[in-house]
């Protein structure tokens, strides 16, 4: 299985050659979309929201990551290995959290080249046929050297931010929930945010923070959508009310 977690959105073509090329390198091989619009060319918060929604996959899977502001620049290409799933993507801090979270990560720069390489379409060009090999079974060895990636240990274990803004207008944070006790209160756009386990708990209208279904702290508005309601963007910090 290979998941693709991008911020390349579905408008437009990038989505659908990145997919035209694995069809083509790996048939048969089930292709999950699970973001395209992952955050824009922000490697940081894109980083908590993969650690949290890769954990949902099996070992195995290999997971075509790109969020990757420095293409075409000095940055590497990297395979990662963490909790036995295998990520392919930039060296950019996009896998910090997976590999930190890990027990015994493993990392290795890219050394394959294609035939054809743009300068600014590394997804397609070189990341898409990388994953498609090791979907294959094809060794992270005979593709790649071992490194060290770049690290970020100034990026906290729990990101105090707005992450992601979901369909419903409901917004994710990089905290997971059991860095909270539900007594903890959020002071998110001006307003202090208690907890409610769910949207039924409060009435339609009242914003609230829960954990997600993926074990992220979410803000939420029942019947309604939080980031107009409380003017919350990715980025937003979230102050933590004890």
Not at 154 to 165: F, N, R, S
Not at 222 to 234: C, V
Request: charged share 15%; glycine share 12%; hydrophobic share 45%.
């Amino acid at each position: 299985m290979i998941v693709l977690f991008t911020d390349f959105g579905l408008a437009g073509p990038y989505t659908g050659q990145v997919h035209a090329v694995l069809h083509q390198r790996a048939p048969g091989v089930p292709v999950i979309q699970l973001f395209a619009d992952a955050p824009a060319g922000q490697p940081q918060p894109a980083a908590y929201l993969l650690a949290a929604y890769a954990e949902w996959f099996a070992a195995g899977t290999v997971l075509l990551c790109v969020v990757d502001p420095g293409v075409g620049g000095a940055r590497r290409g990297l395979i990662a290995e963490a909790a036995g799933r295998v990520y392919v993507g930039p060296d950019n801090g996009l896998f910090e959290l997976v590999m930190r979270r890990a027990a015994s990560p493993c990392c290795w720069e890219i050394g394959w080249n294609p035939p054809a390489l743009s300068a600014s379409f590394h997804g397609r060009d070189l990341f898409a046929p990388v994953a498609a090999r090791l979907a294959l079974g094809e060794p992270p060895a005979a593709l790649a050297s071992p490194t060290v990636p770049e690290r970020h240990p100034d990026w906290p274990d729990d990101l105090a931010e707005i992450v992601y803004i979901d369909h419903y207008g409901n917004a994710l944070t990089g905290l997971r929930g059991e860095s909270l006790g539900p007594s903890a209160r959020l002071g998110a756009g001006g307003q202090v945010v208690s907890h409610a386990p769910t949207f039924s708990a409060v009435p339609p209208g009242e914003a609230f923070w829960y954990v997600n279904s993926n074990g992220l702290v979410e803000i939420a508005v029942n019947a309604g959508r939080a980031e107009r309601t409380l003017g919350l963007a990715i980025g937003t910090s979230i102050k933590i009310l004890l």
